[in-house]
């Protein structure tokens, strides 16, 4: 049972579009959120988190949204950059991290 | 070296062999972790060490044996696999196993086994 979703395996973006990911989870217990990105032939490399007791985190282009009610995350990139093409992974916490299954986003030049 | 490293990056091992994966972190952290990560699935959370103590085995099979010497060294031994193993393994640290801080990733090891 997949307690951390991620329903697009892929999206493709324009160039200085909006990117936007999507995380859904059913464990309430969860009390931070994490996204991770994801190039070929490296390790995850952590970009940005929320605690559940917030709904929104901001890191420059970075803004992560939290709608508890829902129980649904995402991650919006603007402007996308070419360089921002990766597997973006969220990840979910209560005593250990438990991961979605990741989506590739390609930015389309 | 900075971060976390794995050696080796890639390994082919038939069914009957012995190899280990090692993994080393230079941040000073107090957790380590490995994971699996098979084709089209989330990473698979196998084992935990926090001050060199193993916290959490996720019901993984005996073919995987862990060793933590230290805080800053992990090793997964590996014996009589089946191809179904075959995997990107990825170690990662975290100041400690509870925290909110993030866990940081090595490159992992490509296993393929025959």
């Known amino acids: 049972d997949q307690q951390v979703k991620q329903n697009s395996p892929s999206l493709s973006v324009q160039e200085g579009r909006i990117s936007i990911l999507n995380c859904d989870y059913t464990?309430?217990?969860?009390?931070?959120f994490l996204w991770y990105k994801k190039y070929p032939a490296e390790g995850p490399t952590f970009l940005i988190s929320?605690?559940?007791?917030?709904d929104k985190n901001e890191d420059g282009r970075f803004t992560v949204f939290l709608n508890k009610s829902a129980k649904h995350l995402s991650l919006h990139i603007v402007p996308s950059q070419p360089g921002d093409s990766a597997v973006y992974f969220c990840?979910?916490?209560?005593?250990?991290?438990?991961f979605g299954t990741g989506t590739r986003l390609t930015i389309i030049p | 070296e900075t971060g976390v490293t794995q050696t080796p990056r890639h390994l082919v091992m038939g069914m009957t062999n012995k190899k280990s994966l090692k993994c080393e972190q230079h941040?000073?952290?107090?957790?380590m972790y490995w994971y699996k990560q098979s084709a089209k699935k989330p990473l698979e959370l196998m084992f935990v060490?926090?001050?060199?103590?193993?916290?959490e085995n996720n019901s993984v099979p005996s073919r995987f044996s862990p060793e933590c010497p230290n805080s800053s060294h992990l090793f997964l031994h590996l014996h009589t696999l089946q191809p179904e193993d075959s995997a990107l393994y990825l170690c990662?640290?975290?100041?400690?196993?509870?925290?909110?801080?993030?866990?940081?990733f090595g490159p992992g090891t490509r296993l393929t086994v025959l």
């Open positions: 060490y926090n001050f060199k103590e193993q916290t």
């Open positions: 929320i605690s559940s007791i917030k």
């Open positions: 990662a640290s975290s100041q400690d196993r509870l925290g909110a801080g993030e866990q940081f």
């Open positions: 941040l000073g952290h107090n957790a």
């Open positions: 990840a979910a916490k209560n005593e250990k991290l438990t």
């Open positions: 464990n309430s217990m969860f009390d931070y």
